[in-house]
């Protein structure tokens, strides 16, 4: 019989829709305490997945119950990071509106401020559509998704110099030299002498995200093969779940994806010392995500 719930040092993986969750008592005992939700709700697909979507009005209105109960679960300097695929218009190379709508109502339906929009761009995806892309060749490809970032407050819990990154070759050729051109741009940006000139322990990203998810064999992949369990078709790739842990929250604070899949963010969030709590609603999905935690998981 499959448990409800599984847990580790950190945190417990639920198998739940998150409307029943957040109905249960261990739901609303979490109602002000949530750090950051990070999630990636199924997408407003044309064609029905395995991991379930809602289309047209029905999805906009399941977005918008979705950002009301959510919102709940937030502290008040806490935020919510919500990734929406794109899609496109039943059989014409047309892109839908419908994502955007549905980040749009998400956002209004409960008043949260959008700090930021982020792009996550996947090099290694496929060519899809294949009809517009491969076929008839009158579209590319399409690699991007957007990822919001919204909050109750204009100011959340954020600090950027937990996600610094190397500093490229001119930059440290920069850093080196005294004889920096100060001055006045073409752009009327005034550059001081000194402005380019400290290390900071590295630069400060910008607001598009490369990664891909091209491993073909990890823990989480072993044990779905070795337990003849479906692999998510959508499992999201690590470091985007990374970097918002790292910008947006404090060891020991508590992350929640209530639309978990292989539980990609509550696997992160153990590693880097945050508790979490995730939400599944799917059997077979829940049931492969113990894989992530495979030294604790695997069968005798």
């Not at 003849?228 to 918002?244: C, D, G, V």
Request: proline letters at 5%; a positive charge; charged letters at 20%.
């Amino acid at each position: 019989m499959t448990e409800s719930y599984y847990s580790t040092e950190y945190g417990k993986m639920h198998l739940s829709s998150i409307e029943k969750f957040y109905e249960s008592e261990e739901g609303q005992a979490l109602k002000g305490k949530i750090n950051l939700i990070f999630t990636s709700p199924p997408f407003p697909l044309k064609r029905k997945k395995s991991y379930g979507n809602f289309n047209g009005i029905d999805y906009l209105t399941w977005m918008k119950y979705v950002s009301t109960i959510l919102s709940e679960f937030l502290t008040e300097d806490g935020s919510i990071v919500i990734e929406m695929g794109n899609a496109w218009e039943c059989g014409q190379p047309t892109f839908s509106t419908l994502p955007i709508e549905a980040l749009l109502e998400f956002k209004r339906s409960s008043n949260l401020y959008l700090c930021q929009e982020f792009i996550h761009h996947n090099p290694s995806r496929l060519p899809t559509p294949i009809e517009w892309v491969n076929k008839r060749r009158i579209r590319v490809k399409d690699s991007f998704t957007r990822i919001w970032w919204l909050s109750k407050c204009t100011n959340p819990k954020a600090n950027n110099r937990k996600i610094l990154v190397p500093y490229s070759k001119s930059m440290k050729k920069l850093l080196s030299t005294t004889n920096y051109n100060s001055g006045l741009r073409p752009s009327e940006h005034v550059i001081g002498s000194s402005s380019f000139n400290n290390d900071n322990g590295g630069a400060i990203p910008s607001n598009v995200l490369i990664a891909s998810n091209t491993s073909a064999k990890d823990l989480y992949l072993d044990y779905c093969k070795s337990y003849n369990l479906p692999i998510h078709p959508a499992r999201m790739a690590k470091e985007i779940p990374e970097f918002f842990i790292r910008f947006l929250t404090e060891k020991n604070d508590l992350v929640l994806d209530p639309f978990s899949g292989s539980n990609t963010t509550g696997f992160v969030a153990e590693q880097l010392g945050r508790n979490w709590v995730s939400i599944e609603e799917n059997t077979s999905y829940f049931e492969g995500s113990k894989g992530r935690f495979s030294n604790i998981f695997m069968a005798e």
